[in-house]
C-alpha cells in the first residue's frame, strides 16, 4: 500500500460513487491504474462493501441506545448462540464484546423508546442475560463511517509521511 492508494481510500470513503476517471484524475493517475488498484484492494479486503448511508430521520429510526449487556456464562456455546440472536435483529447495528465490567455493547436504533422496549422484550425472550443497561443519546454531536488512514502503514519507497 502506498500513498495513492490512501489517496483513493479517502475519496471513496468520502465518496463510494465517485466514477473511476474522477478518482483517478484527483489522485494524479490515469483510469485504467487507478482501476487496477482499487479491484486490488477490494481483492485484499481493505474495501469491504460499498454502502448508500441513510438518513435515520428519513427512514425513522432517530434513537439510538447503547446497551450495556452483563452476563453469568462466559464460554463459546452461550457467546455463539447470543451472536445468532443478537443477528437475528436489524435495530442492532453494532455489536462488540467488550473487556471491563460490560461484556458486550449494542448500538440499536429505533424511532422511539417504545421500540427499543418491544425489542428489548423480544431479546430477552431469546436469550438469558444477567444485566443490561441501556442508555440513550440525547444528541449526536459527530457521526462518520470513515475510519482514520494516517495510521496506514505505507510501503517505504512511497513515503510513509506523503500525503
Same mark, same amino acid.
Given at each position: ?83 445468532? +440472536?443478537?443477528?437475528? @435483529? ?5 455489536? =462488540? ?5 460490560? !461484556? &458486550? /455493547? ?25 444485566? +443490561?443497561?441501556?442508555? @440513550? ?5 459527530? =457521526? ?5 488512514? !494516517? &495510521? /496506514? ?11
Amino acid at each position: 500500500m502506498d500513498r495513492l492508494d490512501r489517496k483513493i481510500l479517502r475519496l471513496l470513503q468520502e465518496d463510494s460513487t465517485l466514477a473511476v476517471a474522477d478518482v483517478a484524475k484527483k489522485v494524479g493517475l490515469s483510469t485504467t491504474p487507478c482501476w487496477r488498484r482499487i479491484q486490488k484492494l477490494e481483492e485484499e479486503g481493505v474495501i469491504q462493501r460499498r454502502v448508500a448511508i441513510l438518513d435515520p430521520v428519513k427512514v425513522n429510526t432517530r434513537v439510538n441506545v447503547f446497551v450495556s449487556i452483563r452476563t453469568n456464562t462466559h464460554n463459546i456455546e452461550w457467546l455463539k448462540r447470543f451472536s445468532e +440472536v443478537i443477528q437475528e @435483529f436489524p435495530e442492532v447495528v453494532e455489536f =462488540y464484546r467488550m473487556s471491563g465490567d460490560v !461484556d &458486550y /455493547l449494542l448500538r440499536v436504533v429505533v424511532p422511539d423508546i417504545a421500540a427499543y422496549d418491544a425489542f428489548y422484550k423480544r431479546m430477552i425472550a431469546k436469550i438469558e442475560i444477567r444485566d +443490561v443497561s441501556s442508555s @440513550f443519546a440525547m444528541e449526536q454531536i459527530k =457521526y462518520t463511517t470513515q475510519l482514520p488512514l !494516517d &495510521y /496506514l502503514v505505507l510501503d517505504k519507497e512511497s513515503g510513509a509521511n506523503a500525503a
